[in-house]
């Protein structure tokens, strides 16, 4: 009797006529390990220096796939540096090993984990380390627009390369109407509809027909459009013009431009499906839209569900969201979630959940919209890295996520998964997320920073960490 190929519980029957059959049974166990492949955690990109939010994990199996059990695995840092957590397992019942946690290596690039199992050949996981986000800006009222903090690729726009904690100004002369800031570049939208950009380039930002390195002065975006908003990711950004159409340019390694390829552009290219669009959002490495009647479409990125599609995948067109049958009137995308506002006041999020980001009481990450906790309504959304901030209808300001350095304001360090004050009782009318800070300017046109300080991002004039909201320097 020779067992079939698929480990577990085999049968064989003996049948004599007239007598009751007799059953024989047998296990059949899984053979020696024959190959190892990656199971999950592949491809990530997160912060430099910060876990990732999905633990890599591999599969162990014999000749005849079949998951094979009590295999010793080790996972090794091999390109990147970092810090492992548990780089020892055994493989469970379903031939999964899994180290506990990996955190990144400081600097920017890719990173390797290499998996050793004993006779077998070496399997990679990789990861991609960002490095930015450390930077603030803002708009005075009579259009001049100030920026803080790193200044590694001219990101503050100042003509220089040199890091400040508090305001300078960036040169040029334009007066500017909106500003967003990216991994290492920033864009500004002026008066005229014209948009300007400056800081690191090498992907394309800064959309002025070159990939060139650097622009530590504004430089202006090719193409004549005329554009009423601008939004920016880690490195890409997009605007929607005033016929309502979006454009992005930029990196373009997930589809996050939309325009159906994943070529890297150097000045807008429209993103596909004609549709117009009533605001656009970029998140670190996707990007969201809300089109005319209510519906957000997402593209780019889907590893951590942030596009909102049902599974984690990168679409390179824009793909609706699985709303809940209401419209939308609002839409944020941050580092790997999005979220969604409603006429009603009920905000939806959805995507990486690793420190509560989505707000819906929980760390579980979701491929569709879930609601937001805690029953207020809001006005207003937006999100950062790996928090969110909305202002409720009573004018609060309310934040939730990653908070280790203070980045939610509420006077913690502590990790929210619903909605929690932030202190100073300001009414905000717009916000600038950094990595681990946050700012929000109020209506009357006042700037306050909050979270990490350690390039001067927080804007005023020191380098001290701030858990509450305090005034940039003018």
């Given at each position: 009797?020779?067992?079939?190929?698929?480990?577990?519980?085999n049968t064989?029957?003996?049948?004599?006529?007239?007598?009751?059959?007799?059953?024989?049974?047998?296990i059949?166990?899984?053979g020696?390990?024959?190959s190892?492949?990656?199971?999950?955690?592949?491809n990530q990109?997160?912060?430099?220096?910060?876990p990732?939010?999905?633990?890599p994990?591999v599969?162990?199996?014999?000749q005849?796939?079949?998951?094979?059990?009590?295999v010793?695995?080790?996972?090794?840092?091999?390109?990147?540096g970092?810090?492992?957590?548990?780089?020892?397992?055994?493989?469970?019942?379903a031939?999964?090993?899994?180290?506990q946690?990996?955190?990144?290596?400081?600097?920017?690039?890719?990173?390797?984990?290499?998996?050793?199992?004993?006779?077998?050949?070496?399997v990679g996981?990789?990861a991609t380390?960002?490095?930015?986000?450390?930077?603030?800006c803002?708009?005075?009222?009579?259009?001049?627009?100030?920026c803080?903090?790193?200044?590694?690729?001219?990101?503050?726009?100042?003509?220089?390369?040199?890091?400040r904690?508090?305001p300078?100004?960036?040169?040029?002369?334009?007066?500017?109407?909106?500003?967003t800031?990216?991994g290492?570049?920033?864009?500004?939208?002026?008066?005229?509809?014209?948009?300007?950009?400056w800081?690191?380039?090498?992907?394309?930002?800064?959309?002025?027909g070159?990939?060139?390195?650097?622009?530590?002065?504004?430089?202006?975006?090719?193409?004549g459009?005329?554009?009423?908003?601008?939004?920016n990711?880690f490195q890409?950004s997009?605007?929607?013009?005033?016929?309502?159409s979006?454009?992005?340019?930029?990196?373009?390694n997930?589809?996050?431009?939309?325009?159906?390829?994943?070529?890297?552009?150097?000045?807008?290219?429209?993103?596909?499906g004609?549709?117009?669009?009533?605001?656009?959002?970029?998140g670190?490495y996707h990007t969201?839209?809300l089109?005319?009647?209510?519906t957000v479409?997402?593209?780019?990125n889907?590893?951590?569900?942030?596009?909102?599609?049902?599974?984690?995948?990168?679409?390179?067109?824009?793909?609706?969201?699985?709303?809940?049958?209401?419209?939308?009137?609002g839409?944020?995308?941050?580092?790997g979630?999005?979220c969604?506002a409603?006429a009603s006041?009920?905000?939806?999020?959805?995507?990486n959940?690793?420190?509560g980001?989505?707000?819906?009481?929980?760390?579980a990450?979701?491929?569709t919209?879930v609601?937001?906790?805690?029953g207020?309504?809001?006005?207003?959304?937006a999100?950062?890295?790996?928090?969110t901030?909305?202002v409720?209808?009573?004018?609060?300001?309310?934040?939730?996520?990653?908070?280790?350095?203070g980045?939610?304001?509420?006077?913690?360090?502590?990790n929210?998964?619903?909605?929690?004050?932030?202190?100073?009782g300001?009414?905000?009318?717009?916000?600038i997320?950094g990595?681990?800070?946050?700012?929000?300017r109020?209506?009357?046109?006042?700037?306050?920073?909050?979270?990490d300080?350690?390039?001067?991002?927080?804007?005023?004039g020191?380098f001290?960490?701030?858990?509450?909201?305090?005034?940039?320097?003018?």
């Amino acid at each position: 009797w020779k067992l079939g190929v698929v480990a577990g519980t085999n049968t064989l029957a003996a049948r004599v006529t007239g007598i009751a059959a007799l059953t024989f049974g047998a296990i059949g166990t899984a053979g020696a390990p024959t190959s190892v492949a990656v199971a999950a955690g592949n491809n990530q990109i997160e912060l430099a220096g910060q876990p990732l939010s999905i633990a890599p994990a591999v599969v162990v199996r014999d000749q005849f796939s079949n998951p094979v059990s009590g295999v010793t695995v080790s996972f090794q840092i091999g390109l990147g540096g970092g810090v492992l957590l548990g780089p020892i397992s055994v493989t469970n019942t379903a031939g999964i090993a899994q180290v506990q946690r990996w955190t990144l290596g400081p600097s920017g690039g890719g990173q390797r984990l290499d998996v050793l199992v004993a006779t077998l050949p070496t399997v990679g996981i990789t990861a991609t380390a960002a490095a930015g986000l450390l930077q603030s800006c803002g708009i005075r009222s009579d259009g001049v627009a100030l920026c803080w903090g790193r200044n590694s690729q001219g990101q503050l726009g100042d003509g220089t390369l040199t890091d400040r904690s508090t305001p300078t100004t960036v040169v040029g002369g334009q007066n500017f109407t909106g500003i967003t800031i990216g991994g290492a570049h920033t864009c500004a939208l002026t008066t005229a509809g014209a948009v300007y950009c400056w800081g690191g380039g090498l992907s394309g930002q800064l959309g002025d027909g070159t990939f060139s390195q650097r622009s530590p002065s504004p430089t202006a975006v090719t193409g004549g459009l005329t554009f009423i908003s601008v939004s920016n990711g880690f490195q890409h950004s997009c605007g929607l013009t005033s016929d309502g159409s979006a454009y992005c340019w930029g990196r373009n390694n997930f589809g996050q431009l939309g325009d159906s390829g994943t070529v890297d552009r150097d000045g807008p290219t429209v993103v596909a499906g004609g549709r117009s669009y009533t605001a656009i959002a970029a998140g670190a490495y996707h990007t969201c839209a809300l089109a005319v009647d209510g519906t957000v479409y997402c593209w780019g990125n889907g590893i951590y569900g942030q596009l909102g599609i049902g599974v984690n995948t990168a679409v390179n067109v824009p793909t609706a969201v699985a709303a809940n049958g209401q419209p939308f009137t609002g839409v944020a995308a941050g580092g790997g979630h999005s979220c969604g506002a409603q006429a009603s006041g009920a905000v939806y999020c959805w995507g990486n959940n690793f420190f509560g980001q989505l707000g819906d009481g929980t760390t579980a990450s979701r491929q569709t919209p879930v609601l937001v906790s805690g029953g207020a309504t809001f006005t207003s959304i937006a999100a950062g890295y790996y928090d969110t901030c909305g202002v409720t209808t009573a004018g609060a300001t309310r934040c939730w996520g990653r908070n280790d350095f203070g980045q939610l304001g509420d006077g913690t360090t502590l990790n929210a998964p619903a909605p929690t004050l932030v202190a100073g009782g300001n009414t905000f009318a717009g916000f600038i997320f950094g990595a681990f800070h946050t700012c929000g300017r109020t209506a009357a046109g006042a700037t306050f920073c909050w979270g990490d300080n350690t390039l001067g991002q927080i804007g005023d004039g020191t380098f001290v960490r701030r858990l509450t909201p305090v005034p940039v320097i003018p």
